[in-house]
């Protein structure tokens, strides 16, 4: 068998430069990266008006959710 070297690589949709390095609050680890997810509305009351996307971000060691935001994704 072929050794494992690493964990595949996590699959965001983007990832982004942080202008100075932040500490996750779940891993503890200096984010330099966060990851982008973004969201897909699948569901929805027919009076809502929340925009159809969004995105989280989440740290790009352990995934942690460290924001969500609705709308203002082009
Ligand atoms: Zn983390």
Same mark, same amino acid.
Not at 22 to 46: A, Q, W, Y
């Given at each position: $068998? *072929?050794?494992?070297?690493?964990?595949?690589?996590?699959?965001?949709?983007?990832?982004?430069?942080?202008?100075? !390095?932040? #500490?996750?609050?779940?891993?503890?680890?200096? $984010? *330099?990266?966060?990851?982008?997810?973004?969201?897909?509305?699948?569901?929805?009351?027919?009076?809502?008006?929340? !925009?159809? #996307?969004?995105?989280?971000?989440?740290?790009?060691?352990?995934?942690?959710?460290?924001?969500?935001?609705?709308?203002?994704?082009?």
């Amino acid at each position: $068998m *072929s050794s494992t070297p690493e964990p595949a690589p996590p699959s965001f949709d983007a990832e982004y430069v942080l202008e100075m !390095p932040l #500490r996750c609050p779940s891993c503890g680890v200096e $984010m *330099s990266v966060v990851g982008v997810v973004r969201l897909m509305r699948t569901k929805v009351n027919f009076i809502s008006m929340l !925009p159809r #996307r969004g995105h989280v971000i989440v740290c790009s060691q352990c995934r942690w959710i460290l924001s969500a935001e609705l709308g203002g994704v082009t």
